[in-house]
C-alpha cells in the first residue's frame, strides 16, 4: 500500500464539505472522499481503525446522511493490502479469487472472481460500486484497473 502522505488528492469544495459533516457526525477521520456516478453517488475511505469502529452503526448512519446530501453513500476501510481492501470493499459480495496480473503497458490489473449471481452487486446499479473501488485501488495500491469476473 502507499504510504498516505505519498497519496496525493485534492477535493472538491463539495467533498470537502462532506467530509466534514461526514467526520463531525461519526468522530471517524475521513482519509478520502471521491464523488462518482455523474455526481449521484460519494465515497469515504477511511483508516481501518475507524471504519471498524462505526460500521456496526453504519447503515443507520449512512441511510440518514444519504438523505441529508441527496446522494448515494458508501463507506470503505483502508487495509494494508489489495487482496483485503478489495474483499472487505466489496463485501457482503464472496469473493471467490484475487488475481494481480501485469498489463501489457506494466500496470497492474486485478481481476476478482466472484459467483455469477453476486456480479450485479459487485458491480453496481449503472457500475457505481465498481468506479468508486476501481479509483480508490489506483490511488493507494497503484492498480491502473479492477475488473470483476
Same mark, same amino acid.
Given at each position: 500500500?502507499? !504510504?498516505?502522505?505519498?497519496?496525493?488528492? /485534492?477535493? /472538491? !469544495?463539495? $467533498?470537502?464539505?462532506?467530509? &466534514?459533516? @461526514?467526520?463531525?457526525?461519526?468522530?471517524?477521520? %475521513?482519509?478520502?472522499?471521491?464523488?462518482? !456516478?455523474?455526481?449521484?453517488?460519494?465515497?469515504?475511505?477511511?483508516?481501518? $481503525?475507524?471504519?471498524?469502529?462505526?460500521?456496526?452503526?453504519?447503515?443507520?448512519?449512512?441511510?440518514? @446522511?444519504?438523505?441529508?446530501? &441527496?446522494?448515494?453513500?458508501?463507506?470503505? &476501510?483502508?487495509?494494508?493490502?489489495? $487482496?483485503?481492501?478489495?474483499?472487505? =470493499?466489496?463485501?457482503? %459480495?464472496? %469473493?471467490?479469487?484475487?488475481?494481480? $496480473?501485469?498489463? =501489457?503497458?506494466?500496470?497492474?490489473?486485478?481481476?476478482?472472481? %466472484?459467483?455469477?449471481?453476486?456480479?450485479?452487486?459487485?458491480?453496481?446499479?449503472?457500475?457505481?460500486?465498481?468506479?468508486?473501488?476501481?479509483?480508490?485501488?489506483?490511488?493507494?495500491?497503484?492498480? /491502473?484497473?479492477?475488473?470483476?469476473?
Amino acid at each position: 500500500m502507499s !504510504n498516505k502522505s505519498e497519496v496525493k488528492t /485534492s477535493w /472538491s !469544495n463539495q $467533498e470537502l464539505s462532506y467530509i &466534514g459533516f @461526514f467526520e463531525n457526525a461519526t468522530g471517524a477521520r %475521513v482519509v478520502d472522499c471521491l464523488i462518482t !456516478n455523474n455526481d449521484k453517488t460519494v465515497f469515504f475511505l477511511l483508516d481501518h $481503525e475507524d471504519f471498524e469502529r462505526i460500521k456496526q452503526g453504519c447503515k443507520i448512519l449512512l441511510q440518514h @446522511f444519504s438523505k441529508k446530501i &441527496g446522494k448515494e453513500v458508501h463507506v470503505i &476501510g483502508l487495509h494494508g493490502d489489495i $487482496e483485503t481492501f478489495l474483499r472487505r =470493499a466489496l463485501y457482503p %459480495v464472496k %469473493v471467490l479469487n484475487i488475481q494481480v $496480473e501485469n498489463n =501489457a503497458k506494466g500496470g497492474k490489473v486485478v481481476y476478482v472472481t %466472484v459467483s455469477d449471481a453476486d456480479k450485479g452487486k459487485a458491480i453496481g446499479k449503472n457500475g457505481f460500486r465498481i468506479q468508486g473501488i476501481r479509483e480508490i485501488a489506483r490511488r493507494y495500491f497503484g492498480v /491502473s484497473d479492477v475488473k470483476i469476473r
